[in-house]
């Protein structure tokens, strides 16, 4: 066991060597330090760190149960690491929704070569900046609510998405990073498209625009509802 290596190499080497113990009759942790002497032998000093112990045991099990939790989430759920967001990873519902491997830096503001290249973000249509982005803003503090995105990827599809962002602060008060949670509301805009769409065609069969004009419209409302 731990103590045995311990005060054997302590002996043998005549070198201080630290270690840690659980005694099974007290159920308790120790900690144990040994030092040689000058006679020959070892100083032992021992430290009851039970209640560390269980702190450390606690932080790893938080740790595990958010780690669960987020992978689970059917949002995608975004954390920048640095105030400039140049390193930003996100969980397995946010790296789906950007079509990205898990290790993959998800930042478009992330240093030449990590960026990644396989989609753009607009809103409105407009190409945002990439200072603009959510992420990026937050970052200088600003929270954002509820922006609505659009994802175009290289391969022509496309994803609507509502993200909200707030910065992080550190114990004085700056910012330290940001997280950022994004809802995929693709559904939502093509079920918003179909009734327009269909409003469109019916305003247009009522009042007798010509038959061609109306079936240009059905195509319309059509290629609208493609991802």
Same mark, same amino acid.
């Given at each position: 066991n731990e103590a045995y290596v311990g005060l054997h190499r302590a002996m043998a080497d005549r070198v201080t060597v630290e270690y840690e113990v659980f005694y099974s009759p007290w159920q308790r942790w120790f900690l144990d330090k040994a030092f040689p002497t000058a006679d020959g032998g070892l100083a032992v000093f021992t430290r009851d760190v039970t209640e560390r112990k269980e702190a450390e045991r606690q932080i790893r099990q938080g740790a595990e149960e958010l780690r669960t939790l987020l992978d689970t989430l059917p949002i995608g759920v975004f954390f920048a690491h640095d105030p400039d967001c140049r390193s930003i990873t996100g969980n397995r519902a946010a790296n789906a929704l950007l079509r990205s491997p898990a290790a993959e830096n998800l930042s478009l503001?992330?240093? $030449? &070569? *990590?960026?990644?290249?396989?989609?753009?973000?607009?809103? !409105? !249509? @407009?190409?945002?900046?990439?200072? *603009?982005?959510?992420?990026?803003?937050? %970052?200088? %503090?600003?929270?954002?609510?509820?922006?609505? /995105?659009?994802?175009?990827?290289?391969?022509? &599809?496309?994803?609507?998405?509502? /993200?909200?962002?707030?910065?992080?602060?550190?114990?004085?008060?700056? =910012?330290? %990073?940001?997280?950022?949670? +994004?809802?995929?509301?693709?559904?939502?805009?093509? +079920? *918003? $498209?179909? #009734?327009? %769409?269909?409003? @469109?065609? /019916?305003? /247009?069969? $009522?009042?007798?625009?010509? #038959?061609?004009?109306?079936?240009? $419209? =059905?195509?319309?409302?059509?290629? !609208?509802q493609e991802p």
């Open positions: 503001t992330a240093p $030449a &070569g *990590e960026q990644p290249t396989h989609f753009r973000v607009y809103r !409105g !249509g @407009t190409e945002y900046r990439p200072d *603009e982005l959510p992420m990026q803003r937050a %970052g200088r %503090g600003e929270v954002v609510r509820q922006e609505e /995105m659009e994802i175009v990827f290289d391969d022509g &599809g496309v994803i609507y998405e509502l /993200m909200s962002a707030s910065p992080l602060f550190d114990p004085q008060g700056r =910012v330290r %990073g940001v997280v950022a949670g +994004a809802l995929d509301i693709s559904d939502r805009r093509r +079920a *918003e $498209a179909l #009734l327009a %769409g269909q409003k @469109t065609v /019916m305003e /247009m069969v $009522a009042t007798g625009r010509p #038959l061609p004009d109306v079936l240009a $419209a =059905v195509c319309r409302v059509i290629e !609208g």
